[in-house]
């Protein structure tokens, strides 16, 4: 089958090793020349048989909204696009329905694998019209894990990304926890390999988990991971998890605390706990640190 892929980054690039070798036809465009097979969009959708599908893999927000706009009005009626970026569910029901004025099909879908899913497959999670689905199916099985996991069809236009935003909300509150975890053995008197007992979960353990791997490999490559600065960045995904948890009054305690936590992490001088040590120093004459 053929596609079109629109950015070549740390995923989309290796999305595209894992297609043609699974024996695919890709045509890439990307910004940087060294990693394009193609000059322009226009030229991208001239190198594709219809009816085309073509899949963004391209930062959310404006970027990928120009990118739909472009692709508009280069495709014709029975084409499909998917948006695989980490897009806000609520961007993609206005997204097809301008796309549907114009007979192009619009899927959303949730891609998780990161810089491993060349080799061990991506999750995906997709949403739109089961035609549509059906268009970019052969895709969608390449891309994916060997096996009976790794796909689904979530559901209507925006279940895809949905799905992924939880997901990434999931993965916030099992980082949280991980990391937790470590602090208190590294901070323990009885405790004298703490790398090992890490490693020691990775088997038999029921904590087991492909991100306690990535832990044990981090610890590997620097067991007091010294050369790492405490500073975790949050990408959207886990705000508006939290935002959908305060709208459906699901008490999302775990993912809530874990992204107030990579909150924390950026600020080297906690106004908020200045203002308790001034507190405590007022009512119970508490010391405290200049």
């Not at 695919?24 to 940087?32: K, P, S, T």
């Not at 689904?152 to 937790?180: C, L, P, R, T």
């Not at 705000?239 to 999302?252: H, I, K, Y």
Request: charged share 25%.
């Amino acid at each position: 089958m053929q596609l079109g892929l629109i950015g070549l980054g740390r995923m989309g690039g290796n999305m595209r090793d894992r297609l043609r070798a699974a024996g695919h036809e890709v045509v890439g465009f990307d910004h940087h020349p060294d990693v394009t097979d193609v000059a322009s969009l226009e030229e991208l959708v001239s190198k594709l048989a219809a009816p085309r599908v073509v899949w963004t893999m391209v930062p959310a927000g404006q970027i990928t909204e120009d990118t739909i706009n472009e692709l508009a009005g280069l495709l014709s009626e029975g084409d499909v696009i998917v948006d695989g970026g980490n897009s806000k569910f609520t961007d993609d029901g206005p997204r097809a329905e301008r796309l549907a004025v114009k007979g192009i099909g619009y899927l959303d879908c949730g891609v998780s694998g990161g810089v491993w899913g060349a080799t061990n497959g991506y999750a995906l999670m997709v949403g739109g019209d089961a035609d549509n689905v059906a268009k970019a199916q052969p895709i969608f099985d390449a891309l994916k894990p060997a096996g009976p996991y790794g796909f689904a069809h979530a559901g209507q236009v925006g279940s895809g990304h949905y799905s992924k935003m939880i997901h990434n909300g999931i993965e916030y509150a099992m980082m949280q926890s991980y990391a937790e975890g470590y602090e208190i053995l590294k901070a323990a008197e009885l405790v004298d390999d703490v790398p090992a007992v890490i490693k020691s979960w990775r088997e038999g353990s029921v904590v087991k988990s492909w991100l306690l791997d990535l832990l044990d490999r981090a610890l590997d490559e620097d067991p007091e991971l010294a050369n790492i600065r405490g500073y975790a960045e949050d990408t959207g995904e886990g705000r508006w998890t939290v935002d959908e948890a305060v709208r459906l009054a699901v008490p999302a305690n775990a993912i809530a605390a874990s992204l107030f936590a990579r909150f924390q992490s950026r600020q080297e001088d906690s106004p908020a706990m200045k203002a308790i040590a001034a507190l405590r120093n007022q009512f119970g004459g508490h010391a405290v640190k200049r």
